[in-house]
């Protein structure tokens, strides 16, 4: 069964930075479109970033320019570099992948989820 790991979340002050790791487990066919959507309390869910398998990329308005999403070369695994931290980017971000599909769009319908890691931006 494939899973989603996640990690690296924490607490940081504003202006702090942090990265987030995503590596999917278990036997998985192909490199799929994956990417991270965040949710805060009161908020509506919100995409962040999104990776194809190919590399290209997309980014949330809120996030573009201060945020950077990676991919492991030929695998399963991603990464998002957190820069310039502000307090509303307080969440949980949560991975997903979308099997069997290597482009966008990254939908949260009928793709993976991740638990989730809890990001907070606190002076």
């Known amino acids: 069964q494939v899973q989603l790991v996640e990690s690296g979340g924490g607490t940081v002050q504003p202006g702090g930075s942090l990265t987030l790791s995503c590596a999917a487990s278990g036997t998985v066919d192909s490199i799929n479109v994956m990417g991270w959507y965040r949710l805060a309390p ?8 999104g990776i194809t398998g190919t590399g290209e990329t997309n980014y949330g308005r809120p996030v573009k320019e201060r945020f950077t999403i990676t991919r492991e070369n030929g695998k399963n695994a991603i990464s998002l570099q957190m820069n310039d931290l502000r307090a509303e980017d307080t969440a949980i971000y949560h991975c997903l992948m979308r ?7 990254l939908s949260t319908s009928g793709s993976l989820w991740g638990p989730g890691t809890q990001v907070t931006v606190s002076s």
């Open 42 to 49: 009161g908020k509506s869910r919100e995409f962040v970033a």
């Open 99 to 105: 099997l069997g599909r290597s482009g966008f769009p």
